[in-house]
């Protein structure tokens, strides 16, 4: 049953989706404030639900970005899936830190990234250097060094399990007393002068103090109801799924297991290849960064429909194409097989590359996490801190540097870094 009354002496905090930015949102309300009365509502019949973001991404956790901003958010989400077991109580592992590779043929871009290197150990990610042509034959063997000039490399980056920990984070929320609700739609507010009173779904009107936005590629629809304008782009991402086509070409278990994320820095295409080691055998899966329009007004099962050019063995493709690129570069590619599912997805993007999390400009109780730009997960522990730092204490405490590049505002206003390192 739907709570009727709000609390005037606890805050009752409602959070709008259930995927990671939600659920570490939640989350991290819940440990700040453990009087609070926390509802979260989610769209979907379940979490973590099949058509939403979260649950269609690559799943990964990297350091390795060009604003200071994101890359101590990154550093801080990285030691929180480190101990999400101890944190969260969850004893299967969420968390493979092969590292992320950048490889670079460009004289130009390669200056940048050293520089790059350069001051994200400034900023605390001691772990990141740069390797030479040489050092990349010596520790990778299987990428093509004749024409590279070098390599940016992070061990303690990786992929996650996007599956494990939304199921563990739900658990855990619903044992310290969270309300959870599943296929239920956000229709409309209740405002009065400069705050949301309700959250109105289907018959019913929740009571709230404080309303967290973290619908992902649906913000800008949330944004709408507010009558906020949220420049939050839906835009569709694929991704392949390959292996061996002859089992005998497998890597040696050691060698696969030190296998890690890689990104092919090329002029027109900018592949990406990260193990899939759950699923068992040599397996991959591939991405690429491609230009495409925003879809504003996607339905649920537009993200399952693959554009023909992105198909599996369609000549003259996409796929076909990013293939031939990635072959150059790692020789090993071309002994593939791909399966024909392609996954679909959609990013939410802001034209910063970076997030909001921030004050809505219209309601001062309502808090916007959203516009991850691709690194929803990576960033998706930091962003629950930032949240609960702005309900709890209204200010960015643990990232003073928010007001900055992760407000609202310095959207709006351009004023904010803009992120690089973007795939």
Same mark, same amino acid.
């Given at each position: 049953?739907?709570?009727? !009354?709000?609390?005037?002496?606890?805050?009752?905090?409602?959070?709008?989706?259930?995927?990671?930015?939600?659920?570490?949102?939640?989350?991290?309300?819940?440990?700040?404030?453990?009087?609070?009365?926390?509802?979260?509502?989610?769209?979907?019949?379940?979490?973590?639900?099949?058509?939403?973001?979260?649950?269609?991404?690559?799943?990964?956790?990297?350091?390795?970005?060009?604003?200071?901003?994101?890359?101590?958010?990154?550093?801080?989400?990285?030691?929180?899936?480190?101990?999400?077991?101890?944190?969260?109580? $969850?004893?299967?592992?969420?968390?493979?830190?092969?590292?992320?590779?950048?490889?670079?043929?460009?004289?130009?871009?390669?200056?940048?990234?050293?520089?790059?290197v350069?001051?994200?150990?400034?900023?605390?990610?001691? =772990?990141?250097?740069?390797?030479?042509?040489?050092?990349?034959?010596?520790?990778?063997?299987?990428?093509? %060094? =004749?024409?590279?000039?070098?390599?940016?490399?992070?061990?303690?980056?990786?992929?996650? =399990?996007?599956?494990?920990?939304?199921?563990?984070?739900?658990?855990?929320?619903?044992?310290?007393?969270?309300?959870?609700?599943?296929?239920?739609?956000? +229709?409309?507010?209740?405002?009065?002068?400069v705050? +949301? !009173?309700?959250?109105?779904?289907?018959?019913?009107? +929740?009571?709230? =103090?404080?309303?967290?936005?973290? %619908?992902g590629?649906?913000?800008?629809?949330?944004?709408?109801?507010?009558?906020?304008?949220?420049?939050?782009?839906?835009?569709?991402?694929?991704?392949?799924?390959?292996?061996?086509?002859?089992?005998?070409?497998?890597?040696?278990?050691?060698?696969?297991?030190?296998?890690?994320?890689?990104?092919?820095?090329?002029?027109?295409?900018?592949?990406?290849?990260?193990?899939?080691?759950?699923?068992g055998?040599?397996?991959?899966?591939?991405?690429?960064?491609?230009?495409?329009? &925003?879809?504003?007004?996607?339905?649920?099962?537009?993200?399952?429909?693959?554009?023909?050019?992105?198909?599996?063995?369609?000549?003259?493709?996409?796929?076909?194409?990013?293939?031939?690129?990635?072959?150059?570069?790692? &020789?090993? %590619? $071309?002994?593939?097989?791909?399966?024909?599912?392609?996954?679909?997805?959609?990013?939410?993007?802001?034209?910063?590359?970076? &997030?909001?999390?921030?004050?809505?400009?219209n309601?001062?109780?309502?808090?916007h996490?959203?516009?991850?730009?691709?690194?929803?997960?990576?960033h998706?522990?930091?962003?629950?801190?930032?949240v609960?730092?702005?309900?709890?204490?209204?200010?960015?405490?643990?990232?003073?540097?928010?007001?900055?590049?992760?407000?609202?505002?310095?959207?709006?206003?351009? %004023?904010?870094e803009?992120?690089?390192?973007?795939?």
């Amino acid at each position: 049953m739907l709570p009727q !009354t709000k609390s005037e002496s606890h805050p009752t905090v409602i959070v709008i989706g259930g995927g990671i930015a939600g659920l570490m949102s939640a989350f991290h309300i819940r440990q700040c404030m453990p009087q609070s009365s926390i509802i979260v509502i989610e769209q979907g019949n379940y979490i973590p639900y099949a058509y939403g973001t979260s649950s269609r991404s690559a799943a990964c956790s990297r350091q390795q970005f060009g604003c200071e901003h994101n890359v101590k958010m990154s550093l801080y989400s990285t030691r929180f899936y480190e101990r999400f077991g101890a944190i969260v109580g $969850e004893k299967d592992r969420i968390f493979w830190q092969r590292g992320y590779l950048f490889l670079y043929r460009d004289r130009d871009r390669w200056n940048a990234a050293i520089a790059r290197v350069v001051n994200q150990q400034k900023w605390g990610l001691a =772990d990141v250097r740069c390797l030479s042509a040489e050092d990349v034959r010596k520790e990778f063997p299987f990428a093509y %060094t =004749d024409s590279l000039l070098g390599a940016t490399f992070c061990p303690s980056d990786g992929f996650v =399990d996007a599956g494990i920990i939304l199921t563990a984070l739900r658990q855990r929320l619903e044992d310290e007393g969270v309300q959870i609700y599943t296929d239920m739609r956000v +229709i409309g507010f209740k405002t009065s002068y400069v705050n +949301i !009173t309700s959250v109105h779904v289907d018959g019913a009107a +929740i009571p709230c =103090d404080y309303v967290v936005n973290c %619908t992902g590629a649906w913000a800008s629809r949330i944004g709408k109801l507010l009558g906020t304008e949220l420049p939050v782009a839906p835009e569709k991402r694929y991704l392949w799924s390959a292996e061996f086509r002859n089992p005998a070409d497998d890597f040696p278990e050691k060698q696969y297991e030190r296998i890690p994320f890689i990104v092919c820095n090329h002029d027109s295409i900018t592949p990406y290849v990260k193990p899939e080691p759950v699923i068992g055998r040599n397996s991959f899966m591939v991405g690429c960064e491609h230009r495409v329009e &925003p879809s504003w007004n996607f339905q649920l099962e537009d993200q399952d429909w693959v554009d023909p050019d992105f198909r599996v063995n369609v000549p003259d493709g996409y796929h076909q194409r990013m293939w031939e690129v990635l072959v150059d570069w790692l &020789p090993f %590619t $071309e002994r593939w097989g791909f399966r024909d599912t392609v996954h679909g997805g959609f990013y939410e993007t802001t034209p910063s590359h970076s &997030p909001i999390i921030g004050s809505d400009p219209n309601y001062s109780n309502v808090i916007h996490c959203v516009g991850f730009s691709g690194h929803g997960i990576m960033h998706g522990p930091a962003a629950g801190a930032i949240v609960a730092d702005l309900i709890s204490c209204g200010k960015y405490c643990l990232f003073p540097s928010g007001e900055q590049n992760l407000s609202y505002r310095s959207l709006m206003e351009q %004023t904010r870094e803009i992120e690089s390192m973007k795939i």
